[in-house]
């Protein structure tokens, strides 16, 4: 249904004609109202699933702050048309002109970056980072793997998110960074983040990074945990000006 | 010469020009009758429509692989197909006759291959265009028709072949329909006396339903069933009075109908109408959507049709295999139809009559709870907030199973939430006219096998999947039922319990695709599609 509404508004527009141009030589439709309109029907059908129907970001990046990283409509273009590879974002066989309309929407609702005007000192807040985050999340070569990498995380989360992620980490888990616990028959037990599961078995990275499988008949028990593996940095653990600092230096990780 | 002195030359003649009995008795085979069919899976050594019978059973009678040595089947072979789908599976279910296996895959590939080793006699693949319309989004197939020595496949660009079965030559192609509108064709044809019988995918483009019969010689339509109808005809009464509505208004037939050769009368799903989730310029039922069909097979002329979802708006096609039984109800010996919807409930009709004898939720289903006097469903929601079966339904096409001795119908069953917003769509042919957005709660479902007591429509057991999956079921006399998950186990249960007794990891999600089964050289063999691969399974063979 999307794809006849953009086919009627690209018409209406005139611009249903094929572009010469593939990513190259700026948006053509650029700022265009109509072409944004068709843009965001296209997105709610075809990427909204993975990147929120605000295009905020849910388990992917939030694209509302491509722009404002320094991102050029041309590669966002060819990032849509080639996909990611290694990633669940795929190619796309759609024609240029619906690529960009979706280009031309996300650039129209794209923010500026709410750490420009940041307070804090990034140098203390990678000090901050490297002593009570770097075990779990990468930055550039440094840090864990048990997290999520954070080398270019102003590029995909905005820093009230990101405040959110520091402060409640389990008022949202991501379905890949789900935590259980497992009991083994001599009463051990190891906790980690879910990496695979079937009917049968379960793989796992514990905190320790060490990759796991289990067959679960061979485990007393399998706890499913609501939390975060993150525990909560609350003012006790984190004072504000710990946060700002610590946001003003993740702000700066562009990649 | 004496006649012992000629059958000694007569032995020495053939072992010395390597001629064997086996050979000479393959050479001669002259394939496949009517009656070979109608015997179904008593020939054990034959699979030779896609249920393994016209009931849609897909209960074997085999007893060779029990719950007490199901432990030890072993993969004997893998084939590696080279082709795949995206987003789907490779969904077909194989025919074999004379110790050779008939496939048909992905993007129209098909092979002969030997049930012995994998091994192909030979391959076909077609050349598709490269504009298909629905094709495109589902490149698959479910598997071959066979009678003589015909075997007869479906198209993505919507046609119907027959290839010859000893070299996978086209003997004959006919188009169904424009695949550049939106139609394309993915099932197994049914193959009854002396008609081949299809239908047509592409209910999500402006398409109009249709069940076809073909002379399997020539290649001739013999009848066409539309369904949805045309003005001023049965049925038209459930559509706005405007007949560009009615030709693009869905309801197609893409999966494999079930055959009652006494009451000569062929039993077919057809899908959603269309547009799927807008149904605001097409009040009405919209017969015959959604609806099952007793159709008869001599003209093509409907008996009876019930209808599980009147004015769909939630894609609930109900294209799944009818399952036929002979029960006895209150008393009395019934011929029922039994089908696990899409819209979450297990039915059970007369399919004499189409009188509806249960109707009962075997999901967690919110649009409706109950199904109401004058049979229809009491609808409570209707899908705007959320937590119906999503669009993929509480089931879907995948094939349930039938235990006759059980009578219990064991189907995988989903759980996925779900958000529709409708939205009126542009109707261009060859362009898709869902109508709409549907948010899929993917991160909270899951998916279960399900045993029904077909009687009462009670759920007796369930064996839990982490996620929604979308492989079908398959069923032994020895009390076994094997099935398929979405994250590749090929398993085996207990029929009367639900224990697990036997699991292998294909590699990948089975999806869309059920087991078959066959005894070669006195050995039982259990096939199953997944992902790139058919896998062979097998007792070791030093097993009684």
Redesign the interface.
């Known amino acids: ?5 953009l ?2 508004l690209l018409l209406a527009l005139g611009i249903l004609m094929p572009l010469s141009v593939s990513g190259q030589g700026g948006n053509p439709y650029d700022a265009d109202p109509a072409a944004r309109r068709a843009g965001a029907a296209l997105f ?2 075809r990427c ?2 993975c990147h929120g ?1 605000d295009a905020r970001g849910i388990g992917a990046p939030d694209l509302t702050l491509l722009w404002a990283a320094g991102t050029e409509d041309e590669r966002v273009f060819r990032t849509i048309q080639r996909g990611v590879p290694g990633s669940n974002m795929p190619s796309s066989s759609a024609p240029d002109n619906e690529i960009w309309a979706i280009v031309a929407y996300l650039k129209g609702i794209s923010t500026v970056s709410p750490f420009e005007d940041n307070v804090g000192d990034p140098e203390q807040g990678r000090e901050i980072f490297l002593s009570m985050c770097a075990r779990c999340h990468r930055v550039a070569t440094q840090g864990g793997s048990l997290g999520p990498d954070l080398s270019r995380i102003a590029r995909i989360r905005s820093r009230d998110r990101l405040l959110r992620s520091i402060r409640e980490p389990s008022a949202s888990v991501a ?1 890949r960074y789900r935590a259980v616990t497992l009991i083994t028959q001599d009463d051990r037990s190891i906790r980690g983040l879910i990496k695979s ?4 078995s379960i793989q796992i990275a514990d905190t320790s990074e060490r990759l796991q499988g289990y067959t679960k008949s061979e485990l007393q028990e399998v706890i499913y945990e609501e939390r975060s593996l993150m525990p909560d940095f609350g003012t006790e653990r984190l004072s504000n000006t710990d946060l700002d600092n610590l946001l003003r230096y993740l702000g700066t990780l562009r990649g | 010469m004496t006649f012992k002195s000629f059958l000694r030359t007569l032995v020495f003649v053939v072992l010395t020009t390597g001629i064997q009995a086996p050979v000479l008795a393959q050479n001669t085979e002259s394939g496949v009758t009517y009656e070979d069919i109608l015997n179904g899976l008593s020939e054990p050594s034959k699979w030779l429509t896609y249920s393994g019978d016209y009931t849609g059973q897909r209960h074997s009678p085999l007893t060779m692989i029990t719950p007490g040595n199901v432990q030890d089947l072993v993969p004997i072979w893998t084939f590696q197909t080279g082709t795949m789908t995206r987003g789907r599976g490779f969904e077909t279910t194989p025919l074999v006759l004379d110790g050779v296996l008939y496939v048909t895959g992905s993007n129209n590939f098909a092979w002969a291959l030997d049930a012995r080793t994998g091994r192909p006699f030979w391959q076909y693949r077609r050349n598709l265009p490269d504009d298909l319309t629905y094709g495109s989004s589902a490149p698959v197939n479910r598997g071959f028709g066979i009678l003589g020595d015909r075997l007869f496949m479906v198209t993505l660009d919507a046609h119907l072949l027959a290839l010859d079965r000893k070299t996978g030559s086209v003997l004959w192609d006919i188009e169904l329909a424009d695949y550049r509108i939106g139609y394309a064709a993915t099932l197994a044809p049914l193959v009854i006396n002396d008609k081949v019988i299809v239908g047509i995918s592409g209910g999500e483009y402006p398409t109009r339903g249709f069940i076809d019969a073909y002379d399997p010689t020539s290649g001739d339509r013999i009848w066409r069933f539309y369904t949805v109808p045309s003005p001023g005809e049965f049925g038209s009464e459930t559509w706005p009075d405007d007949p560009e509505v009615m030709a693009r208004g869905g309801g197609a037939t893409w999966m494999t109908g079930s055959f009652d050769p006494e009451l000569n009368l062929i039993y077919w799903g057809t899908g959603n109408p269309n547009p799927d989730y807008y149904g605001e310029k097409r009040e009405g039922d919209n017969l015959f959507t959604n609806s099952i069909l007793a159709i008869e097979a001599d003209t093509g002329t409907l008996r009876w049709h019930y209808q599980f979802t009147p004015h769909d708006l939630h894609d609930w096609d109900s294209n799944h295999v009818p399952v036929l039984a002979d029960l006895v109800l209150d008393g009395e010996l019934r011929k029922v139809v039994m089908v696990a919807n899409r819209n979450g409930f297990f039915y059970m009709l007369d399919r004499v009559t189409g009188e509806l004898l249960v109707g009962k939720p075997f999901t967690d289903t919110t649009w409706a709870r109950e199904i109401g006097s004058d049979g229809r469903p009491i609808v409570l929601n209707d899908g705007s907030k959320g937590c119906l079966p999503d669009p993929w339904g509480g089931t879907n096409f995948m094939p349930p199973s039938f235990n006759p001795d059980l009578e219990m119908l064991f189907v995988t069953a989903r759980e996925v939430c779900a958000t529709f917003v409708p939205q009126e769509p542009e109707i261009v042919p060859g362009r898709p006219s869902f109508g709409g957005v549907v948010w899929i709660d993917r991160d909270q479902g899951y998916g279960a096998l399900r045993a029904i007591d077909v009687k009462t429509g009670e759920r007796q057991w369930e064996f839990r999947y982490p996620s929604a999956t979308m492989a079908g079921v398959m069923t032994t006399a020895s009390g076994l039922v094997f099935a398929g998950d979405h994250e590749g186990n090929f398993m085996a249960f207990e029929a009367s319990s639900g224990r697990n007794l036997w699991h292998y990891q294909t590699g990948s999600r089975i999806w869309g695709a059920a087991a078959m089964t066959h005894v070669l050289d006195g050995r039982q063999h259990v096939l199953i599609p997944s992902g790139t691969t058919l896998v062979a399974f097998a007792l070791p063979v030093n097993q009684p």
């Not at chain 1, 249904?1 to 509404?5: A, D, E, I, R, T």
């Not at chain 1, 599961?197 to 049968?200: L, S, T, V």
């Open positions: 249904m999307v794809h006849m509404l086919t009627c709610a059908t909204a699933e129907a379905v599961e079937d009917a049968f």
